[in-house]
């Protein structure tokens, strides 16, 4: 059975830190692109980014660029996000989600998910 | 930056048919895909390419795209259907992840 549980989620200053971490089991992982959605609270999903397999390709929403940093350990089955200078308006869950890509070339990419975890939370606030 | 928009809320009867629209300009180009999260759930893909439903997903659910309009249908809703649905495609570029608004369905 796939399972994706996130971790590393808490209460953080704004400005602040924090890396959230994902133990992926039930399915191939180093074979996977893999994902991070948010939800803030009451509020809609909103993808964050993605990975390749390797690691060599990682694409973020524009909000998070510079800031938010994509990752994995394929030798540990787990995916990352390292997130610096958080804001307020960060506060969410973070799902870790693994994408099936359709396709992947010089024009970009395009994919879906179909394994969730159950998310992590991320407080903001002083 | 590109959008998908979805209407905030549908409301049917037990047993009608409930349609969920979601706009984009990408869509004529791009797959549009449907997520059901239930409250304090996960998400559930429920439709996937535009049309095509995965296992274990009830023959209820059924999806359509034309030109920038995507479209999921639930025939003959349940009350077990209740829940916000959230259409997901790419933006023209190719290089980020889109989610709509999301609509939250009622069946009562």
């Known amino acids: 059975e796939e399972q994706l549980v996130e971790s590393g989620g808490g209460l953080v200053q704004p400005g602040g830190s924090l890396r959230l971490s994902c133990a992926v089991s039930?399915?191939?992982?180093?074979?996977?692109?893999m994902s991070w959605v948010r939800q803030a609270p009451g509020k809609g999903l909103e993808w964050v980014a993605i990975?390749?397999?390797?690691?060599?390709?990682?694409y973020y929403v524009d909000s998070v660029k510079g800031r938010f940093t994509i990752s994995r350990d394929n030798a540990k089955n787990s995916l990352h996000l390292q997130m610096n200078s958080l804001r307020a308006e960060e506060e969410a869950i973070y799902y870790c989600?693994?994408?099936?890509?359709?396709?992947?070339?010089?024009?970009?990419?395009?994919?879906?998910?179909?394994?969730w975890g159950q998310g992590t939370l991320v407080t903001v606030s002083s | 930056s590109y959008e998908l928009t979805q209407p905030p809320s549908v409301s049917v009867s037990p047993g009608q048919t409930a349609r969920i629209t979601c706009s984009g300009d990408a869509l004529p180009r791009k797959y549009a895909y449907w997520y059901q999260q239930k409250s304090g759930q996960a998400p559930v893909l429920v439709i996937y390419e535009d049309r095509k439903r995965p296992s274990g997903i009830p023959e209820r659910f059924s999806g359509s795209s034309s030109g920038t309009m995507a479209t999921l249908t639930i025939s003959g809703a349940q009350v077990e259907d209740e829940a916000d649905y959230y259409c997901y495609s790419i933006d023209s570029s190719g290089s980020r992840g889109v989610f709509g608004g999301g609509t939250k369905l009622t069946v009562l």
């Open positions: 989600a693994r994408v099936l890509i359709n396709y992947y070339d010089s024009s970009g990419w395009e994919g879906y998910f179909d394994y």
């Open positions: 990975i390749n397999q390797d690691g060599s390709e990682k």
């Open positions: 039930g399915f191939t992982f180093s074979r996977d692109w």
